[in-house]
């Protein structure tokens, strides 16, 4: 099973290289991991998608939260959660196609950002289940190149607003 | 005030109230060293950096105070490592100060230049390069902080020169701010109850006892818990001295050369209380048999050992202590007799294939060694052990009454480690009596802290058990590659030439009567005094069990094996 994680982090030089450090060598198995920077200055928040068919996700938050850096984990697997993934995809692309491309794309609400002779690039964001869905129709096409973010997740309505305030308590504990 | 960075690593020292750092100078860490001559702290030069680490290492276990080790850069801090992975791996407060090249030069492979953080990164709680001398103060601080909380370890601060030659307004940080820092939270009300209920329900339980029952004080503790419960007490090996081994409910140690009464109550058990342990693969055997009768309540402070290796039917995320003082009053006094029994039955068919009582035919054993050193120090020295057959038969024969007692690399099973561990628990401890136990291997490894030993003139006894072989390796192979001997014969110097080559007075043993006497005229020697004893070549750790095997399927001594062992 596929377990999320989001971890807010001291943003330090070498943070992420703990965190892969860690993953490594306790052998998890990282999905995938984005960072990026919070509405605090100081905080990066990660989402790590990780698999737990071997290790239950509690030792791997429980590993994590070891790290001195990382200021708190949530498991938001089972939390109502918004979770966004974005795709680039270089896509073979006639220019007698592209009207038709255009409008499959834009069902996905995704859209073309840049057209070349025999191909365009498609942009498209949602929850990983949809960019999977435009994936596979694009591949019959011919897909030339992918890029994907990995997921990014944050929790919905009153649920996150009770997880802040739990937030605000951890942070305030100095030593 | 205007303290430059070399000055700043011992104004925070002297506050965390460091009074003996283990240590190497170097090119690196030169500025450093400088500015100790001005401070009130004792520096013990090593002759391998791999001792300081264990030096530092054993004050931490010796006194429960954080150790401190100090190397230059590249080759200074590579050989660190060793230690500091020990030190990680059996939870040792520990602080590592290195040397790096000047910040300017950082990443362009400078003469001893080594990636310290990258390469120590695995092996502490945290770690940290400075190369601003504004950070230092803090970095430092942190580093202790991180050492002492929680499940204790080692951390380490990594100083480019620039930032030790560098000034800057010095003000010690009181507190610091470290939000992702885990601090234990006291148990649950509901966890305590339902632990209350499930021991109340119990008619077989037993206790697994931990070095967190030494870390987080508990000894008092337990004792009362033990005593009011009725629970017989089975110790890890870095448990052993956290609940007095004298004590009619101890049975003693645990796991792979734990006696097998011990495995047999566990296997029987149908409640294990586990306190401080982390179920070690040496401790369970086969985890798919293992105490399969039994719930499991685990006590324990760091939640990532919570299911790592044995699902556990309730865990108490908290410090032993504070459990244990919250549990003791919820739990109505037994005694449970019928179990108590059983166990002294287990107890007794063991008595009869103990080697304590089997005829050495005039031959030294080992065991007969560690027995004998026990009645001549009265059981209450400070033994530190090395790693193998010695170490096992150490746990068996030396019976610990005190926490502290005994100090021995468990996790990480170091080689080597005794002799300058034995170094910084004296310097911890100066009144008690320090006395090492190595066999001939691991003695070699590190045995040029002797020199350290003489120039400190400390007051530390080494016993080394020598058998000719690397002796546990050499057991395994003869019980499961066929007796092939690959690489395990081994050639050892004339060990009481070498002790008086640096000066130590020294004296071989060859028969058990001398073995009391040698050992008493050690003890009335002011200043070490090392006794190497020649004894049988090829003798075995029993009971056994293999290596993930099933705990019940323990190796034996035959019953009057001492009479089968070759000359």
């Given at each position: 099973?596929k377990?999320?994680?989001?971890?807010?982090?001291?943003?330090?030089?070498?943070v992420?290289?703990r965190v892969?450090?860690?993953?490594?060598?306790?052998?998890?198995?990282?999905?995938s991991?984005?960072v990026?920077h919070?509405e605090?200055?100081?905080v990066?928040?990660?989402?790590?998608v990780?698999?737990?068919?071997r290790?239950?996700?509690?030792?791997?938050e429980?590993?994590?939260r070891?790290?001195?850096?990382?200021?708190?984990?949530?498991?938001?697997t089972h939390?109502?959660t918004v979770?966004?993934?974005l795709?680039l995809?270089r896509?073979?692309?006639?220019?007698?196609?592209?009207?038709e491309?255009?409008?499959?794309?834009e069902?996905?609400?995704?859209?073309?950002v840049?057209v070349?002779?025999?191909s365009?690039?498609?942009?498209?964001t949602g929850?990983?289940q949809?960019?999977?869905?435009?994936?596979?129709?694009?591949r019959?096409?011919?897909?030339v190149?992918?890029v994907r973010?990995?997921?990014?997740a944050?929790?919905?309505?009153?649920t996150?607003?009770d997880?802040?305030?739990?937030?605000?308590t951890?942070?305030?504990?100095?030593? | 005030?205007?303290?430059t960075?070399?000055?700043?690593v011992?104004?925070?020292l002297?506050?965390?109230?460091?009074?003996?750092?283990?240590g190497?100078?170097?090119?690196?860490?030169?500025?450093?060293?400088?500015?100790m001559?001005?401070?009130?702290?004792?520096h013990v030069?090593?002759?391998?950096?791999?001792?300081?680490?264990h030096m530092?290492d054993?004050?931490?276990?010796?006194?429960?105070?954080?150790g401190?080790a100090?190397?230059t850069?590249?080759?200074?801090?590579?050989?660190?490592?060793?230690?500091i992975?020990?030190a990680m791996?059996?939870s040792?407060?520990?602080?590592f100060?290195t040397?790096?090249v000047p910040?300017?030069?950082?990443?362009?492979d400078?003469?001893q230049?080594t990636d310290?953080?990258?390469?120590?990164?695995?092996?502490t709680?945290h770690?940290?390069?400075?190369?601003?001398?504004?950070q230092?103060?803090?970095?430092?601080?942190?580093a202790?902080?991180i050492?002492?909380?929680?499940r204790?370890?080692?951390?380490?601060?990594?100083?480019?020169?620039?930032?030790?030659q560098?000034?800057t307004?010095?003000?010690?940080?009181e507190?610091?701010?470290?939000p992702?820092?885990?601090?234990?939270?006291p148990?649950?009300?509901q966890?305590?109850?339902?632990?209350?209920?499930?021991?109340?329900?119990?008619?077989?339980?037993?206790?697994?006892?931990?070095?967190g029952?030494?870390r987080?004080?508990?000894?008092?503790?337990?004792?009362?818990?033990?005593?009011?419960?009725g629970t017989?007490?089975?110790?890890?090996l870095?448990?052993?001295?956290?609940?007095?081994?004298s004590?009619p409910?101890?049975?003693g140690?645990?796991?792979m050369h734990?006696?097998?009464y011990?495995?047999?109550?566990?296997?029987?058990?149908d409640l294990l209380l586990?306190?401080?342990?982390?179920?070690?693969d040496?401790v369970?055997?086969?985890?798919?048999?293992?105490?399969?009768?039994?719930?499991?309540?685990h006590?324990?402070?760091?939640?990532?050992?919570?299911?790592?290796?044995?699902?556990?039917d309730?865990?108490?995320v908290?410090?032993?202590?504070?459990?244990?003082?919250?549990?003791?009053?919820?739990?109505?006094?037994?005694?449970?007799?019928?179990?108590?029994?059983q166990?002294?039955?287990?107890r007794?068919e063991?008595?009869?294939?103990?080697?304590?009582h089997?005829?050495?035919?005039?031959?030294?054993?080992a065991?007969?060694?560690?027995?004998?050193?026990?009645?001549?120090?009265?059981?209450?020295?400070?033994?530190?052990?090395?790693?193998?057959?010695?170490?096992m038969w150490?746990?068996?024969?030396?019976?610990?009454?005190?926490?502290r007692t005994?100090?021995?690399?468990?996790g990480?099973?170091t080689?080597?480690?005794?002799?300058?561990a034995a170094?910084?628990?004296?310097?911890a401890?100066?009144e008690?009596e320090?006395?090492?136990?190595?066999?001939?291997?691991?003695?070699q490894?590190?045995?040029?802290?002797l020199?350290?030993?003489q120039q400190?003139?400390?007051d530390?006894?080494?016993?080394?058990?020598?058998n000719?072989?690397?002796?546990?390796?050499?057991?395994?192979?003869?019980?499961?590659h066929?007796?092939?001997?690959?690489a395990?014969?081994m050639?050892?110097?004339?060990?009481?030439?070498?002790?008086?080559?640096?000066?130590?007075?020294a004296h071989?043993?060859t028969?058990?009567?001398?073995?009391v006497?040698?050992v008493?005229?050690?003890?009335?020697t002011?200043?070490?005094?090392?006794i190497?004893?020649?004894?049988?070549?090829?003798?075995?750790?029993y009971?056994?069990v293999?290596?993930?095997?099933?705990?019940?399927?323990?190796?034996?001594?035959?019953?009057?094996?001492?009479?089968?062992v070759?000359a």
């Open positions: 099973m377990h999320t994680l989001v971890a807010r982090v001291a943003d330090q030089p070498g992420l290289n892969a450090s860690l993953f490594r060598r306790r052998a998890f198995n990282i999905e991991l984005t990026g919070t605090t200055g100081d990066s928040r990660m989402t790590i990780v698999d737990t068919a290790v239950p996700a509690h030792i791997v429980a590993n994590l070891k790290l001195i850096p990382v200021m708190d984990v949530t498991d938001v939390l109502a979770d966004r993934d795709a995809i896509v073979k692309c006639a220019p007698a196609e592209r009207a491309l255009a409008s499959l794309v069902i996905f609400r995704g859209r073309i840049d070349a002779r025999e365009v690039i498609v942009e498209v929850d990983e949809k960019v999977n869905g435009l994936v596979d129709l694009l019959v096409r011919g897909i190149e992918m973010t990995g997921k990014v944050m929790v919905r309505g009153s996150a607003e997880a802040a305030i739990g937030h605000g951890a942070s305030a504990a100095t030593h | 005030m205007q303290r960075g070399a000055q700043i011992w104004e925070c002297v506050k965390e109230g460091v009074d003996v750092v283990f190497y100078p170097g090119g690196a860490i030169l500025p450093t060293y400088d500015a001559l001005d401070y009130p702290v004792r030069l090593v002759r391998h950096e791999q001792g300081a680490a530092a054993g004050y931490a276990r010796a006194s429960g105070r954080v401190v100090i190397a850069s590249g080759p200074g801090a590579t050989n660190l490592t060793t230690g992975a020990t791996l059996d040792s407060p520990t602080v100060i040397g790096q910040s300017k030069v950082l990443g362009t400078a003469f230049e310290v953080t990258g390469i120590t990164l695995p092996i709680k770690n940290a390069l400075v190369t601003d001398v504004r230092l103060a803090t970095t430092i601080r942190e202790f902080v050492a002492r909380s929680g204790p370890g080692p951390t380490l601060v990594d100083v480019c020169k620039d930032a030790q560098a000034s307004e010095f003000r010690w940080p507190t610091v701010d470290l992702g820092l885990v601090e234990p939270e148990p649950h009300a966890d305590l109850a339902r632990a209350a209920e499930l021991i109340e329900k119990a008619e077989r339980p037993f206790i697994l006892a931990g070095a029952v030494i987080s004080g508990a000894t008092q503790a337990l004792l009362e818990f033990v005593e009011r419960t017989p007490v089975g110790l890890t870095l448990g052993l001295g956290g609940f007095p081994r004590h409910l101890c049975l140690m645990m796991g734990g006696e097998a011990v495995n047999s109550a566990i296997q029987h058990a586990a306190f401080g342990m982390r179920f070690d040496r369970t055997g086969n985890l798919k048999t293992y105490a399969p009768h039994a719930k499991k309540i006590v324990e402070l760091d939640a990532s050992e919570i299911g790592k290796n044995v699902r556990v309730l865990a108490l908290a410090d032993l202590l504070a459990t244990l003082k919250a549990l003791t009053p919820m739990v109505p006094a037994k005694r449970h007799e019928a179990w108590i029994a166990i002294d039955a287990w007794r063991t008595h009869s294939r103990d080697i304590l089997q005829d050495a035919n005039g031959r030294l054993l065991a007969h060694v560690i027995h004998d050193l026990w009645k001549a120090t009265g059981g209450g020295a400070v033994v530190v052990t090395d790693v193998g057959q010695h170490q150490e746990a068996q024969y030396y019976p610990h009454e005190r926490p005994l100090i021995t690399s468990g990480l099973g080689m080597g480690f005794a002799l300058p170094i910084g628990a004296k310097m401890r100066p008690a320090v006395w090492v136990v190595a066999g001939d291997g691991g003695f490894m590190t045995q040029c802290e020199a350290t030993l400190e003139q400390l530390v006894k080494i016993a080394v058990v020598n000719g072989y690397l002796g546990m390796v050499r057991q395994w192979q003869e019980f499961f066929d007796k092939r001997y690959a395990t014969p050639l050892s110097p004339d060990f009481v030439a070498l002790a008086g080559a640096y000066g130590i007075p071989k043993v028969a058990r009567p001398d073995v006497p040698t008493e005229r050690a003890r009335a002011p200043g070490p005094f090392l190497e004893f020649q004894v049988q070549k090829e003798d075995a750790v009971p056994m293999p290596a993930g095997s099933d705990l019940h399927a323990m190796i034996r001594r035959p019953a009057e094996a001492a009479t089968e070759k």
